[in-house]
Nanobody, 124 residues
Framework: QVQLVESGGGLVQAGESLRLSCAASGRTFSTYVMGWFRQAPGKEREFVAAITWSGSNIYYADSVKGRFTISRDNAKNTVYLQMTSLKSEDTAVYYC?????????????????WGRGTQVTVSS
């Protein structure tokens, strides 16, 4: 089993920044893909960003491209999501997820393990 724990959420003003962290523990895969998803109230959980083990392949949702940056520290089994120029529409619960694949994927169903999420609220 893999446990994922997100941290770093909070309440910020529009235009400000936040950095989310996700620590993985348990049976981690040596070549796993890590991703971030988010779910706003009344909406489906949506893809935000994904990164492969080496960091050579990274994908972003169009809505966050240029504002969010995903990165990882494999020595610490931690993945990060740096969020800048935050907007009110970024308000959501942000989830970290792990997919047992070497290819960066954006499809929610391909992620096997999920964290419990961290709330990000952006006030305008």
């Amino acid at each position: 089993q893999v446990q994922l724990v997100e941290s770093g959420g909070g309440l910020v003003q529009a235009g400000e920044s936040l950095r989310l962290s996700c620590a993985a523990s348990g049976r981690t895969f040596s070549t796993y893909v890590m991703g971030w998803f988010r779910q706003a109230p009344g909406k489906e959980r949506e893809f935000v960003a994904a990164i492969t083990w080496s960091g050579s392949n990274i994908y972003y949702a169009d809505s966050v491209k240029g504002r969010f940056t995903i990165s990882r520290d494999n020595a610490k089994n931690t993945v990060y999501l740096q969020m800048t120029s935050l907007k009110s529409e970024d308000t959501a619960v942000y989830y970290c997820a792990q997919a047992p694949t070497t290819v960066a994927v954006t499809t929610k169903a391909l992620y096997r393990y999920w964290g419990r999420g961290t709330q990000v609220t952006v006030s305008s």
